[in-house]
């Protein structure tokens, strides 16, 4: 199911709260591989075009709104306190049921829960943030992962770093952006030793190594 290269698009939603490693770490990967085949990209994509703030108060401006239509061969929902919101946005949802099948479609962190809300994560393995903040720890929190089994109950929650179930993809922790990005080359089609020199030129390779294979692959 990997997307034939060149020019592999990654759109990556931003919204108020996001977290910013869920977002940055993927850019961040796909802008370091550039160097090596300028035929990929990355961009920002929002509701509307104009500052969106994420958490802590980092401001981005994305480069397309929804209404643009733009084509892309995978979409990214980070995670974030601001994804209680998104699960119940409904110009979200219908962006990305609007989305071409041959789109991926993936997520980092609490961005499962808004595919687990649309119902796209039945009988598919997917993962969220394992390890809780204050508040979750607290009663009446709860664990990311957790939560994401009670959105959606037929979900199969999986404690992998990234999981792959064909045309969705998540990844669990919010520094697991990183192992998102890498994925996705992998999935583009890139081989194992362009993600290695990818890794190196960001002195990456040690956590490369050991996140490499913590990954689980639905067939």
């Known amino acids: 199911m990997a997307p034939t290269r060149p020019g ?6 931003v919204f108020k709260d996001a977290e ?29 075009m104009r500052p969106v703030q994420a ?24 995670g974030g306190y601001g994804t ?43 993962t969220s943030r394992k390890e ?8 009446p929190g709860m664990v990311p992962l957790d939560r994401l089994s009670k959105i959606a109950p037929a979900c199969r929650p999986s404690r992998a770093r990234v999981v792959d179930a064909g045309r969705i993809i998540t990844a669990g922790g919010i520094t697991s952006g990183m192992e998102m990005g890498f994925h996705l080359l992998r999935r583009a089609g890139y081989d194992e030793a362009f993600l290695a020199e990818v890794a190196r030129v960001m002195e990456y390779q040690a956590a490369y190594g050991v996140y490499r294979d913590d990954r689980v692959v639905h067939t």
């Open 8 to 13: 592999f698009r990654l759109g990556i939603y």
């Open 20 to 48: 910013i490693v869920d977002f940055a770490a993927p850019y961040g990967v796909f802008s370091v591989a550039r160097r090596f085949d300028a035929d990929l990209d990355a961009f920002l994509i929002a509701d509307a």
């Open 55 to 78: 958490q802590a108060g980092f401001t981005v401006l994305p480069n397309y709104a929804f209404s643009d239509e733009p084509a892309m061969d995978a979409f990214l929902v980070p």
């Open 84 to 126: 209680r919101q998104e699960t119940y946005n409904r110009r979200l949802h219908a962006f990305i049921r609007a989305l071409p099948e041959t789109t991926l479609l993936t997520a980092v962190c609490t961005g499962s829960w808004v595919y687990a809300k649309m119902g796209l994560l039945d009988g598919l393995p997917a």
């Open 132 to 139: 809780p903040d204050r508040v979750e720890a607290t009663p």
